[in-house]
């Protein structure tokens, strides 16, 4: 199961804190869930944990963000290199200069790039599993 929840604005612990809330009451008694969060401020405040330990469910923090694991990264590097150099007149010539470097690569590479973050993502998060 993946949920998620979408604001308007900035995301508080306590918006954090009723949307889990309202997940841990929907499955309690059903099944453990396992809560993956990025490293928000409003997932890593006490009263989140304290949430997830009283009800038996599992919350782990993802890795902290780190580029070479992400795949868009090396996208956006070679797109700022591009763009570097030019001058820019509007929104539509930094449309063009996007799809003129997607078109360089080609589906494998693209592919091999975003494999080898993932991995490297779900390496972290088994160590940090291992920890539990």
Not at 7 to 26: A, D, N, P, Q, S
Not at 58 to 67: C, E, H, K, R
Not at 80 to 95: F, T, W
């Amino acid at each position: 199961m993946l949920a998620s929840i979408f604001v308007e604005g900035f995301v508080g612990r306590w918006i954090f804190h009723r949307f889990l809330k309202k997940l841990f009451i929907r499955y309690k008694g059903k099944k453990q869930l396992l809560i993956l969060a990025d490293n928000l401020d409003a997932h890593k405040v006490a009263e989140v944990k304290l949430l997830c330990m009283e009800s038996s469910n599992v919350f782990v923090l993802n890795v902290p963000y780190f580029s070479c694991s992400n795949p868009i990264e090396f996208f956006f590097g070679l797109l700022k290199k591009r763009l570097r150099h030019m001058v820019i007149d509007n929104k539509d010539h930094i449309v063009q200069q996007v799809k003129f470097v997607m078109n360089d690569f080609s589906k494998d590479e693209l592919r091999s790039r975003f494999s080898l973050g993932f991995k490297k993502t779900i390496s972290c998060l088994q160590k940090e599993l291992e920890s539990y």
